[in-house]
């Protein structure tokens, strides 16, 4: 069963194939794909929400929410409030194993080091503390991995490269950053599950990223070069976080990357953006 059948979730969808029947959960089943075993009505913001999802059991459950606005209350409501809906819904009993997306958000670091699976928390961050308590709900109720993706995105029409196809390079690019792409993070989503169907015995937590955290100014400087241009001025931006997410764990697990790197993933928008 997969909560929250969005963008994440239909990406997964092919990787099931002749390994496991998907439910989908969503408050628009009638738009969920064909492929999808059962779709069922669900709304995560409420238990009352949830009671057609709460009449089946299954096996497995895959919650990839998302917070309801990017204020504190979204995050409060997304994350925390939801999990503890589900739970309460008892989605929770009887299932074999469930993967709650998180976030690379809730590290600490700062500072452009290194982060790993076992880093220390941002606590006291009231987004991180929704994310937080999220986590802890579905670990309490359930045998659980975290997954904690780093800045998802889409190679064909990526929003970070927006500014530099309008010429606009970061005034602020020192910090390091980090991305991993959505048919990549789909696709260990289910191999996760795949690998515990086959008896392996899987983390508590993994990180979710690609093999290259790049400086803002390193990542325009190479957009820039593969599209055979110079920035035109530049764009105000904020800050990043400014750390390197180590994805260590997961190629120890021997997992592959479609898109290993920046280059790979950006690499077809950018070589069409410079031939229009």
């Known amino acids: 069963m997969i909560i929250g059948f969005g963008d994440l979730a239909t990406r997964a969808l092919p990787h ?51 917070p309801s606005s990017r204020d504190v209350t979204g995050y409060s ?18 299932v074999r194993r469930a993967i709650f997306v998180s976030s690379t958000r809730v590290y600490a670091e700062k500072s452009g080091g290194w982060v790993e699976e076992d880093s ?35 190679g064909a029409n990526p929003i970070m490269l927006r500014p530099i196809l309008e010429g606009r390079s970061s005034r ?42 790049v400086t803002t100014r390193d990542l325009e400087a190479w957009c820039f070069s593969t599209l055979g241009r110079e920035p035109l001025r530049e764009r105000d931006n904020q800050p990043r976080a400014n750390r390197r997410v180590s994805n260590a764990k997961l190629r120890a697990m021997g997992m592959s990357l479609r898109y290993p790197s920046f280059r790979e993933g950006y690499e077809g928008a950018l070589s069409l953006a410079a031939s229009s």
């Open 16 to 66: 099931f194939r002749q390994v496991a029947e998907v439910m989908g959960v969503s408050r628009h089943p009638e738009r969920l794909s064909d492929a999808t075993y059962k779709r069922i009505y669900g709304d995560y913001s409420s238990v009352e929400g949830l009671a057609e999802a709460a009449k089946t059991q299954p096996d497995y459950l895959i919650f990839t929410p998302v």
């Open 77 to 94: 409501q997304g994350y925390a409030k939801a999990a503890q809906n589900i739970a309460d819904a008892g989605l929770l009993k009887g």
């Open 120 to 154: 220390p928390l941002a606590a006291g961050d009231p987004f991180v503390d929704a994310l937080l308590t999220a986590e802890a709900c579905f670990r309490r109720s359930v045998t659980t991995t975290v997954v904690r993706p780093s800045g998802l995105y889409d």
């Open 172 to 213: 602020i690019n020192d910090g390091y950053t980090n991305r991993i792409h959505r048919d990549d993070a789909a696709a260990v989503i289910a191999e996760l599950v795949k690998r515990d169907i086959g008896g392996e015995r899987l983390p508590a937590t993994l990180n979710l990223n690609d093999d290259a955290p």
